[in-house]
């Protein structure tokens, strides 16, 4: 029998994460990839509950998707700053602000043991998909939706820990967690592994009544991303183009759109943590909550965390669209202009009402839809967390790396000419590289990108030394916490 999924989302079986395509009419939904099953054609398989409940962590563990996914994902870069007022979180905002881990930090070991938890869920299914010898088109799927999330998860500890254990075991009881640290080579070996796998058992796309499961385009932007941080040039470039000669995703014509609850799971989307603030159902977290406007009244749309630096405010070219999207000043308009909303005085004012200048426009709510949901705070954008302007720029950068100017050149206009800026000045391939890190950090500022970008490049000690940035900060340190549980098998990360 065929489940009805929209059924299971609303009743809270299934807060979906993950990414997909927006309806834009019938023909956008009846395009059928050859070669594999797409909507209504996608079997059920004997593992969906498990699968669902993959979707639901995503969104609910600590640490992958909430406030203390801001804090470590975020607050580290040169362009973000803590943010709220002075006293509110001040030994966070050393930590990470200021670069002062410590391997007992609560938002650090949050990290650490959502991914690891979601990461266990992920074996159960494989594990237990595989052992009942179910070899069916829709099991075959849900294996495949696991070890992309999977490979996702390990993804992310790889940024933040470096060398982590890989554990694929089904966890029955607490022992089964222990295991030693792997390399970075053997951690991005098993993430392209599972991402290969999953890769051709996966649908192009799923219809609207499937949103929010993975598919081939979230398998290959992570494997462009994954080959992007080895500087291998050629997957990168490889499985990027792949995603865009897919045909499946453009970039959403309107900026300011993308990140609106309008711009969730639109065609730019491939990977997005699904949030739902519709009665009777309230699948949400504080992660945009803690990031909105800290005020009073009409103005109290949030915490007031992971604020504009000043660097990033005067990092824009002129007439760029996503300095107005992004960048939410006090005393200014809101984004949309919309009547009567500007925003109180802030510390720049005589008579200061705000206690920041800048705050994270991509965190803010309509007012329409405060009217409709009686509710100030954003809970129901979607967190977007892989968007087609990622593949467009990694093709991008990939390509200048192998000589390929022209083609590097052609993406990146691509990402301008969506922000009203004329063509890249860049001539050569010293130039364009400046000018694709420069439209990397406009393109994803306040999102998740940027720190990650600076230690990759080898440019984080210049850029953030000021910080206190030193080389070991380029990871946290393991969690104390599983140090301890581990009994001696998990070394600390050098330098802590």
Same mark, same amino acid.
């Given at each position: 029998m065929?489940?009805?999924?929209?059924?299971?989302l609303?009743?809270?079986?299934?807060?979906v994460?993950a990414?997909?395509?927006?309806?834009?009419?019938?023909?956008?939904l009846?395009?059928?990839?050859l070669?594999?099953p797409?909507?209504?054609?996608?079997?059920?398989?004997?593992?969906? =509950?498990?699968?669902?409940?993959?979707?639901?962590?995503?969104?609910?563990?600590?640490?992958?998707?909430?406030?203390?996914?801001?804090?470590?994902?975020?607050?580290r870069?040169?362009?973000?700053?803590?943010?709220?007022t002075? *006293?509110? $979180?001040?030994?966070? $905002?050393?930590?990470?602000?200021?670069?002062?881990?410590?391997?007992?930090?609560?938002?650090? #070991?949050?990290?650490?043991?959502?991914h690891?938890?979601?990461?266990?869920?992920?074996?159960?299914?494989?594990?237990?998909?595989?052992?009942?010898?179910? *070899?069916?088109?829709?099991?075959?799927?849900?294996?495949?939706?696991?070890k992309?999330?999977?490979?996702?998860?390990?993804?992310?500890?790889?940024?933040?820990?470096?060398?982590?254990?890989?554990?694929?075991?089904?966890?029955?009881?607490?022992?089964?967690?222990?295991?030693?640290? =792997?390399?970075?080579?053997?951690? +991005?070996?098993?993430?392209?592994?599972?991402?290969?796998?999953?890769?051709?058992?996966?649908?192009?796309?799923?219809?609207?009544?499937?949103? $929010?499961?993975?598919?081939?385009?979230?398998?290959?932007?992570l494997l462009?991303?994954i080959?992007?941080?080895?500087? %291998?040039?050629?997957?990168?470039?490889?499985?990027?183009?792949?995603? &865009?000669?897919?045909?499946?995703?453009?970039? %959403?014509?309107?900026?300011?759109?993308?990140?609106?609850?309008?711009?969730?799971?639109?065609?730019?989307?491939?990977?997005? &943590?699904?949030?739902?603030?519709?009665?009777?159902?309230?699948?949400?977290?504080?992660?945009?909550?803690? @990031?909105g406007?800290?005020?009073?009244?009409?103005?109290?749309?949030?915490?007031?965390?992971?604020? /504009?630096?000043?660097?990033?405010?005067?990092?824009?070219?002129?007439?760029?669209?996503?300095?107005?999207?992004?960048?939410?000043?006090?005393?200014?308009?809101? &984004?949309?202009?919309?009547?009567?909303?500007?925003?109180?005085?802030?510390?720049?004012?005589?008579? /200061?009402?705000?206690?920041?200048?800048y705050?994270n426009g991509?965190?803010y709510?309509?007012?329409?839809?405060?009217?409709?949901?009686?509710?100030?705070?954003?809970?129901?954008?979607?967190?977007?967390?892989?968007?087609?302007a990622?593949?467009?720029? &990694?093709?991008?950068?990939a390509?200048?790396?192998?000589?390929?100017?022209?083609?590097? *050149?052609?993406?990146?206009?691509?990402?301008?000419?969506?922000?009203?800026?004329?063509?890249?000045?860049?001539?050569?391939?010293?130039a364009?590289?400046?000018?694709?890190?420069?439209?990397?950090?406009?393109?994803?500022?306040?999102e998740?990108?940027?720190?990650?970008? #600076?230690?990759?490049?080898?440019?984080?000690?210049?850029?953030?030394?000021?910080?206190?940035?030193?080389?070991?900060?380029?990871?946290?340190p393991?969690?104390?916490?599983?140090? +301890?549980?581990? @009994?001696?098998?998990?070394?600390?990360?050098?330098?802590?």
């Amino acid at each position: 029998m065929k489940l009805n999924y929209k059924k299971i989302l609303f009743a809270g079986a299934l807060s979906v994460a993950a990414l997909s395509l927006n309806s834009c009419g019938d023909e956008w939904l009846d395009e059928r990839p050859l070669g594999r099953p797409v909507g209504e054609e996608v079997p059920i398989g004997g593992f969906e =509950s498990l699968a669902f409940g993959l979707y639901a962590s995503l969104r609910t563990e600590g640490g992958v998707s909430d406030f203390s996914y801001v804090w470590t994902h975020c607050i580290r870069a040169d362009d973000n700053e803590k943010g709220s007022t002075t *006293t509110d $979180g001040a030994t966070d $905002g050393n930590v990470f602000n200021n670069f002062g881990y410590v391997a007992t930090n609560g938002n650090i #070991l949050s990290d650490w043991n959502g991914h690891y938890k979601i990461i266990y869920d992920c074996n159960e299914l494989i594990n237990t998909a595989i052992a009942s010898g179910d *070899t069916s088109a829709g099991t075959l799927t849900n294996i495949a939706e696991a070890k992309a999330i999977r490979a996702f998860c390990y993804f992310e500890l790889r940024r933040d820990f470096g060398s982590v254990p890989i554990n694929l075991k089904t966890i029955d009881i607490p022992q089964d967690e222990i295991a030693p640290k =792997s390399t970075i080579a053997q951690v +991005d070996e098993q993430i392209i592994k599972d991402l290969t796998e999953a890769e051709a058992a996966l649908p192009v796309q799923w219809t609207s009544a499937y949103l $929010g499961r993975a598919n081939k385009g979230m398998a290959n932007t992570l494997l462009a991303k994954i080959y992007l941080y080895q500087n %291998n040039w050629a997957k990168a470039l490889e499985y990027s183009e792949k995603v &865009i000669n897919s045909g499946v995703y453009i970039l %959403n014509s309107s900026y300011d759109n993308e990140f609106t609850k309008a711009g969730n799971n639109s065609k730019e989307s491939i990977f997005e &943590i699904q949030k739902a603030y519709d009665f009777p159902t309230k699948y949400t977290n504080n992660f945009y909550e803690s @990031q909105g406007v800290r005020g009073s009244g009409t103005w109290d749309l949030g915490w007031g965390f992971n604020v /504009p630096s000043n660097g990033l405010v005067n990092a824009y070219e002129t007439g760029d669209v996503r300095k107005q999207t992004t960048i939410l000043v006090s005393g200014g308009p809101d &984004i949309y202009n919309s009547a009567g909303y500007t925003l109180p005085a802030g510390p720049n004012n005589p008579n /200061p009402v705000l206690a920041q200048q800048y705050w994270n426009g991509k965190a803010y709510t309509l007012p329409a839809e405060r009217i409709q949901y009686a509710q100030n705070k954003n809970h129901w954008e979607n967190i977007k967390i892989l968007r087609y302007a990622d593949v467009i720029l &990694i093709a991008s950068e990939a390509a200048n790396e192998l000589g390929q100017t022209g083609k590097a *050149t052609t993406y990146l206009n691509m990402i301008r000419t969506r922000a009203n800026l004329g063509a890249t000045p860049a001539s050569n391939q010293a130039a364009l590289r400046t000018a694709i890190k420069n439209e990397r950090r406009i393109e994803f500022a306040m999102e998740f990108e940027r720190f990650y970008d #600076l230690v990759r490049w080898g440019d984080a000690i210049t850029v953030l030394s000021t910080q206190g940035y030193s080389d070991r900060n380029k990871h946290f340190p393991i969690p104390q916490q599983a140090i +301890d549980k581990a @009994q001696g098998v998990l070394v600390q990360n050098p330098n802590y």
